[in-house]
């Protein structure tokens, strides 16, 4: 079954807003329903909503701007985002920026403020996004200030111009200056003052852009007062003294404050020599300073004078002392010194007149003003003499020197100091020198001379002793004799005493065998290992300074003790009996041998000879196979023993009923223990036979 509406069924609409359709059952079309008997009962109307679109409107306001004409200006206008077709936006008459003085006017109005019309259809939001605003432009103005100029006549005291003129300036508008805009002063001058419009003040010109052009300065003009001064040269005496003296003093009649009066470098009267010196000076050579307030006249009514009298002076003379050594030659003096004297003065001695003579002396010549001649202009001179004039002769110093060496030899040795060897003696006299000499014994240096005569003869013999001086100088060097002193090589077996040391002189040969002691020699280290010791044997002596000792020093060995050759002594006896190859005699093996070597004994064969009534015995201690160097000499015996019966071991039989070599009988043992063991303590206890 299908159910529909026929097309009269329809809710429609354009605006928004609710739209409804009643229909009937009359409306409804059924099909397929043929084998039904259909009822239709409709139970509400089609209905079609149209919502309301969503509307954002901006508004903004606008800025205008009019120039500030004294009258009230306005703005209300505003600008509206993009509306649909038949919606448009008002504003309320509230909504106005307005005013009448140059300003920003602003009115910040609200979304309320807004009108939109025509927007039925539409959910509207308004957002303002920026106010009305009235903007009132100052007017543009140029203001034109300039100074003024004034004129006074100077006083001394301060004058200002604070005046000024003002050109263009609007009504109601006031221009003055600030208070640095002031010409002044006290002296007279032209006093300018310079200003700038920063230095214009401008009031009741709220609503305009002034624009202030300073057309000229500030000016204050202050004339000079008339002055008239009267200058005249000083007159100024000094005492000559070889200097030049000047006079440049003036006077000057009053003068206001401030003013002063000078000349110039060329007003002077100077001179040096004993005058009178004028200078006649202009008004032209007057300086005038600190009269910038002045129009000045000077008037001149005298001249500069400088007058220098003359001087009276001393003059010191003092004759010298001069000295020249003997050299038989005339000698002298003719020297004086003088006191200060100032320039101009010139005083000289006389020719001839002096102190001389030729042998070693002191020759004096006293002075006398008539001694001398004075030359002087300016001066009236006076001479104070002192000292003579002295010529001194000291004797000539002769200096005689001579030194040499000799070897020590025990006895009082001299080097004799000849004439020959003199300087210092004047050519063509002679020098004649007695015993002059230096002595000495032992090794060292000697200086003492000894007692000496001299004299001097001059070339016609007359004798010239007194000018002279003498010294008589030298060195005997007497050298010490060199000794060697070499010790001999010398060892021992560890563990043995030192031997005693030996050496000999063998370099030089003494002047007395007993000038160094005894020589004794001896090692310098204390060590007892088995070792060399290089330069340990030396030699002391008593020093002597007659002699240079070299001590040539020498080895020491110390040798292993069983390297040592020894003599070992084995002795074998027979008692009773012979030896089986013959004989009764003691055999002795005599071993030469290092301590530390072992050799094998070979006892004789024995026990097959007895004597009558004895048969074969034994030997009384156990024979080692072998002894080192550190045994004892050893002795062995054989004895044989009696038969029965007669004196022997109480059988029938010749059988050796005795213990043997190497018999292990209790006694043979005990002997075999005790040899051992003696063997093991290496035969300490034992003396030794050394081999040399």
Known sequence: VTVTVDETVVAEGIDADTYTKEFTPENVIVTGAKNYDVTVKVTKPVVEIINKAPLNIEVAGTTKHDTYDG????????????????VSVTTKDTVVAKGIDADTYTYNFTPEEVVVTGADNYDVTVKVTAPVVEIIDKKAVEIFVGGTTKTDTYDGQKHSNTEITVDKAPEGVVVTVDETVVAEGINADTYTKEFTPANVIVTGAENYDVTVTVTKPMVEIINKA?????????????????????????????????????????????????????????????????????????????????????????????????????????????EVVYGDMPEGVAVTLNEGVKAEGIDADTYTRNLTAEDFTVVSANYDVTLAIGDPIVQTITPQKITVSDSGELPYNGEVQTLTIPAEKANGVVSGETLTLTDAGISGQNAGTYTDVNKYSWSVAKADGSDSTGNYTIEVTGQLVITPLPITIT?????????????????????????????????????????????????????EYTPNDNYVVTVVPNTFVIEDARE???????????????????????????????????????????????????????????????????????????????????????????????????????????????????????????????QE
């Not at 000057?252 to 470098?265: A, C, F, M, R």
């Open 564 to 690: 040592r050759m020894v003599e070992v002594l084995v002795t074998y006896k027979v008692v009773n009996g012979s030896w089986n190859k013959g004989g009764k005699q003691d055999i002795v093996h005599t071993y030469n041998i290092k301590i530390k070597d072992i050799v094998k004994l070979t006892p004789p064969a024995v026990g097959d000879r007895p004597d009558a009534g004895y048969k074969a015995g034994s030997w009384d201690a156990v024979i080692p196979e072998t002894i080192t160097g550190d045994s004892t000499d050893l002795v062995f015996t054989y004895t044989y023993v009696p038969k029965k019966g007669g004196g022997g071991d109480g059988d029938d039989n010749d059988k050796d009923d005795s213990p043997k070599t190497g018999d292990d009988t209790p006694v043979g043992l005990l002997a075999a223990l005790m040899l051992s063991s003696a063997f093991g303590l290496g035969f300490s206890l034992f003396r030794r036979r050394e």
């Open 226 to 334: 008339p002055l008239t001064i009267t200058v005249a040269g000083t007159t100024k005496t000094d005492v000559y003294d070889g200097k030049e003296h000047s006079n440049t003093e003036v006077t000057v009649s009053q003068l206001p404050e401030g003013v002063s009066v000078t000349t110039k470098d060329t007003v002077v009267a100077k001179g040096i020599d004993a005058d009178t010196y004028t200078y006649n000076f202009t008004p032209e050579e007057v300086v005038v300073a600190g009269a910038d307030n002045y129009d000045v006249t000077v008037e001149v009514t005298a001249p500069v004078v400088e007058i220098i009298t003359k001087k009276p002076i001393t003059v010191e003379v003092n004759g010298t002392t001069k000295t020249a050594v003997y050299d038989g030659e005339a000698h002298s003096n003719s």
């Open 71 to 86: 009258k009230e200006h306005s703005n209300t206008e505003v600008t509206v985002s993009q509306l649909p077709e038949g």
């Open 487 to 539: 010790a001999d090589f010398a060892s021992k077996y560890e563990g043995d005493a030192d031997p005693e040391f030996t050496g000999s002189i063998t370099e030089g040969e003494l002047v007395d065998e007993n000038d160094l002691g005894e020589i004794k020699y001896y090692r310098t280290n204390d060590d007892e290992e088995q070792g060399t010791y290089v330069d340990v044997i030396t030699a």
